[in-house]
């Protein structure tokens, strides 16, 4: 029998989405959220109703049905070199003020499957050729496992590299299959980046401090408290004078933070 999603059960799926990521899904998603899960439930799927589903997610032991469902209801579109003018500040961090650095840490958060990262690491590869010979590491995290074991993986549908500045960059750090389509990132550029599953609203367990860290595209998802939380704790794991990034079209106006607004979408704590 084909599944209908009761305002009742939205608000118990939603809240349990709540629950897990600190994002609130208004109830005009309701459509959506039914639309995204009915690849869990219907005839011949794994759970006959979104009642059936909510009581298994919240006997989920493993995180494994978890990990699914928040994969499903999360927006994980991304791609190389995206905005591509907050890759200058990399470059000209680690040609600059980064050099006497003993160590570089560069984050990633909500990487989504990984291109963005990667793009970080195509440039310090690009801008540092005795990059071995240092301490510098890129760490990409996102709440999904599902996109974290493609971002492990880094191999990618062609058709979904857009054109930037950076295609020659691309171009020299990975390998082209026209045949299959695909494009894989070389280990000199895997090597310098490590991805792991965090939740941006839970405790950070970093032992170093960050001197970029792009949010890119992330907060958008977020209420007014959500967002001023996640701000403070990513501020508190920030090097002084080190940089965070957010996407384009993404302002803090209104929004309660301690960090010092640069330009656009470039902010930096206060040295
Ligand atoms: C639209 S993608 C942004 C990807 C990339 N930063 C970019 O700008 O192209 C947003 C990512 O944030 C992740 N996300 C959502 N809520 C999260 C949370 N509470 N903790 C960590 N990551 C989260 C999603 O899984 C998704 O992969």
Not at 87 to 115: D, H, K, M, N
Not at 183 to 205: A, H, I, Q
Not at 217 to 246: A, C, H, Q, T, W
Request: hydrophobic share 40%; glycine share 6%; net charge positive.
């Amino acid at each position: 029998m084909m599944s209908t999603l009761s305002p009742a059960m939205f608000t118990r799926l939603s809240g349990l989405f709540y629950e897990i990521t600190g994002i609130r899904l208004k109830e005009y998603k309701r459509y959506l959220l039914e639309y995204r899960l009915m690849r869990l439930v219907g005839p011949d799927r794994r759970f006959s109703s979104f009642e059936e589903l909510y009581e298994a997610l919240r006997e989920d032991h493993t995180g494994e049905l978890r990990g699914l469902f928040v994969h499903l209801l999360t927006t994980n579109y991304t791609y190389f070199f995206r905005e591509s003018l907050h890759f200058s500040v990399v470059r000209e961090y680690l040609q600059g003020r980064g050099r006497e650095e003993p160590y570089v840490r560069i984050w990633s958060a909500g990487c989504a499957t990984g291109e963005e990262t990667y793009s970080i690491a195509m440039v310090v590869r690009d801008a540092l050729p005795d990059v071995d010979a240092r301490d510098l590491k890129i760490l990409g995290t996102d709440i999904s496992p599902e996109v974290l074991y493609v971002a492990h993986a880094g191999v990618y549908p062609i058709r979904k590299v857009q054109t930037s500045p950076y295609d020659h960059l691309l171009a020299r750090y990975c390998r082209f299959d026209e045949g299959e389509g695909i494009l894989e990132v070389k280990d000199e550029v895997k090597r310098l980046v490590t991805f792991r599953r965090l939740n941006l609203m839970e405790p950070y367990p970093f032992r170093r401090m960050f001197d970029v860290v792009f949010l890119r595209n992330v907060l958008i998802y977020f209420d007014l408290p959500e967002k001023e939380r996640i701000l403070s704790k990513v501020y508190d794991v920030v090097k002084p004078e080190g940089y965070l990034i957010l996407g384009l079209s993404e302002s803090l106006v209104g929004v309660r933070h301690r960090f010092l607004h640069l330009k656009a979408s470039i902010y930096s704590k206060r040295g």
